[in-house]
């Protein structure tokens, strides 16, 4: 028994941006609002790169998710989760 061809637009297939309104995001900008969503974790006033990027993500239940996707020198797609990000950093 043949299906119907489902049909799909491509504004439907597109994955949605991380950044919608690049121009409104450069203006709401501010050092002051950065810095306030970086953990400052260290007494010191120091910055621990790996745990505001990595340790945070995985400690609030998204370690399994894509941190960093490119295309490898065949063209295949490479990703990376949060997570692996995370294992390999604790070398």
């Known amino acids: 028994m043949p ?3 489902i049909h799909k637009s491509s504004q439907s ?4 941006p991380n950044l919608a309104d690049y121009d409104a995001a ?8 950065a ?6 974790p260290r007494a010191s ?8 990027c990595l340790d945070r993500h995985i ?13 490898d020198k065949n ?7 949060y997570a692996d990000l995370g294992a390999g950093a604790s070398k």
């Open 3 to 5: 299906h119907a061809t």
């Open 13 to 16: 297939d597109a994955p949605r």
């Open 26 to 33: 450069c203006d709401e900008f501010s050092w002051d609002g």
């Open 35 to 40: 810095r306030a969503d970086i953990q400052w």
């Open 45 to 52: 006033g120091t910055l621990n790169i790996a745990a505001s």
């Open 59 to 71: 400690a609030e239940g998204h370690g399994d998710r894509a941190a960093l996707t490119w295309i």
């Open 75 to 81: 063209g295949v797609a490479v990703t990376r989760t």
